[in-house]
């Protein structure tokens, strides 16, 4: 078992931001990820909201993050956080590559898609369902796709489709977008995005590979089969907490989400939850970078209350 200062679960924008702010500090930042570093934006087509940036591809802006924390010097390990437990005021992290003790913990984990739950999605996962457009748009060149979904991402990744396929028909149940505005009108404004409102897709249906949606309309309850090859869901996210039970004491919302105050410290002392997996208003990646710093910061303070601060050798460790 190794002991460690500040132990940060997942490195998406909000725990890479963590680590740097972390490191600033000069504490001992050890960061968990499990995939690659980067986080959901590593399939994100573009990102044109995060200021600095006026327009980054996501895989683009997500190398520039974990080259960003590096420079800094927190310890990366790649290992999948199995479960916590936070007994008698120790925090323990069980991986599958070792149990670590830490003093203060941040839980970065960030969130995952949901599935629609519609009739095929499951039996045609891989053979045209597809969760993620920047990993399989092209394969739907010249040929026509689906996007189930209202919100940002859906009507982003519509916009997105619509370089390779031939039509895309974006399917949501309102009879308005999420979305927000800019979003929605650069997509409305493209010729081969078509909307299909009050809809709910019943089923996704094919042979060996999709061939088709069937979408039922709310309101006059007719059914319109729409001939695709793919067919992306983009129905919502929830918070990757698998690792986390009740036992924890971690006071979570009725949608999972962990509840923090402004210093995103959670209801037990020494652990804070910062970015997607916290409950909030907006979760997007100048929100969960401006979190982890916040969290950082208030580990830091922490820390420093229960007498673990940094030594200077730690500090000349920063090279900025
Ligand atoms: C398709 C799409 C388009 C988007 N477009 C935009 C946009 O245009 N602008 C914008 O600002 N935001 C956008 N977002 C949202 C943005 O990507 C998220 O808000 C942001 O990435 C959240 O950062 P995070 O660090 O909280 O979590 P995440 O990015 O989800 O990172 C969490 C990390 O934790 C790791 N992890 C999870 N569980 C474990 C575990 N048990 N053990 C170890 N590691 C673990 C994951 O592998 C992941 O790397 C988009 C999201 C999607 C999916």
Same mark, same amino acid.
Do not use: W
């Given at each position: 078992?190794?002991?460690?200062? *500040?132990?940060?679960?997942?490195?998406?924008?909000?725990?890479?931001?963590?680590?740097?702010?972390? %490191?600033?500090?000069?504490?001992? @930042?050890?960061?968990?990820?499990? !995939?690659?570093?980067?986080?959901?934006?590593?399939?994100?087509?573009?990102?044109?909201?995060?200021?600095?940036?006026?327009?980054?591809?996501? #895989?683009?802006?997500?190398?520039?993050?974990?080259?960003?924390?590096?420079?800094?010097?927190?310890?990366? #390990?790649?290992?999948? @956080?199995?479960?916590? /437990?936070?007994?008698?005021?120790?925090?323990?992290?069980?991986?599958?590559?070792?149990? $670590?003790?830490?003093?203060?913990?941040?839980?970065? /984990?960030?969130? /995952?898609?949901?599935?629609?739950?519609?009739?095929?999605?499951?039996?045609?996962?891989? %053979?045209?369902?597809?969760?993620?457009?920047?990993?399989? !748009?092209?394969?739907?060149?010249?040929? +026509?796709?689906? =996007?189930?979904?209202?919100?940002?991402?859906?009507?982003?990744?519509?916009?997105?489709?619509?370089?390779?396929? /031939?039509?895309?028909? @974006? $399917?949501?149940?309102?009879?308005?977008?999420?979305?927000?505005?800019?979003?929605?009108?650069?997509?409305?404004?493209?010729?081969?995005?078509?909307? =299909? #409102?009050?809809? @709910?897709?019943?089923?996704?249906?094919?042979?060996?590979?999709?061939?088709?949606?069937?979408?039922?309309?709310?309101?006059?309850?007719?059914?319109?089969?729409? +001939?695709?090859?793919?067919?992306?869901?983009?129905?919502?996210?929830? +918070?990757? *907490?698998?690792?986390?039970?009740?036992?924890?004491?971690?006071?979570?919302?009725?949608?999972?989400?962990?509840?923090?105050?402004?210093?995103?410290?959670?209801? =037990?002392?020494?652990?804070?939850?910062?970015?997607?997996? %916290?409950?909030?208003?907006?979760?997007?990646?100048?929100?969960?970078?401006?979190?982890?710093?916040?969290?950082?910061?208030?580990?830091?303070?922490? *820390?420093?209350?229960? !007498?673990?601060? +940094?030594? *200077?050798?730690?500090?000349?460790? $920063?090279?900025?």
């Amino acid at each position: 078992m190794t002991k460690r200062q *500040l132990t940060i679960i997942g490195a998406g924008p909000a725990g890479l931001t963590a680590a740097i702010f972390g %490191r600033r500090a000069g504490l001992d @930042v050890l960061v968990l990820e499990k !995939g690659m570093a980067g986080g959901q934006i590593n399939i994100t087509a573009g990102i044109e909201n995060y200021p600095g940036f006026k327009l980054a591809g996501g #895989m683009e802006l997500g190398k520039i993050f974990r080259e960003h924390a590096e420079k800094f010097g927190p310890e990366f #390990m790649e290992c999948s @956080v199995e479960s916590v /437990s936070f007994r008698d005021g120790n925090k323990t992290v069980v991986t599958n590559k070792g149990t $670590i003790e830490t003093c203060a913990l941040i839980i970065a /984990s960030g969130a /995952s898609f949901v599935k629609s739950g519609c009739k095929g999605e499951d039996e045609f996962a891989g %053979r045209g369902v597809s969760y993620c457009a920047v990993c399989d !748009g092209a394969f739907f060149t010249d040929a +026509p796709v689906a =996007v189930i979904g209202g919100g940002d991402s859906a009507v982003e990744e519509a916009d997105y489709l619509a370089r390779f396929a /031939s039509k895309v028909y @974006v $399917i949501h149940r309102g009879d308005e977008f999420r979305a927000r505005k800019s979003v929605v009108d650069r997509a409305l404004a493209n010729p081969k995005i078509e909307t =299909v #409102m009050n809809s @709910v897709v019943e089923e996704i249906a094919g042979g060996d590979l999709v061939e088709r949606v069937i979408a039922r309309n709310g309101k006059s309850g007719k059914t319109r089969e729409i +001939p695709v090859d793919g067919v992306f869901v983009y129905v919502g996210s929830a +918070p990757n *907490l698998g690792f986390l039970t009740n036992e924890s004491g971690v006071k979570r919302a009725g949608n999972g989400r962990i509840i923090t105050d402004g210093k995103m410290e959670t209801s =037990v002392k020494g652990v804070f939850a910062a970015g997607d997996v %916290r409950e909030k208003y907006l979760r997007q990646v100048v929100t969960a970078a401006g979190d982890g710093a916040t969290a950082a910061a208030a580990a830091g303070e922490y *820390l420093s209350k229960i !007498g673990t601060l +940094p030594d *200077l050798k730690q500090r000349q460790h $920063i090279t900025a």
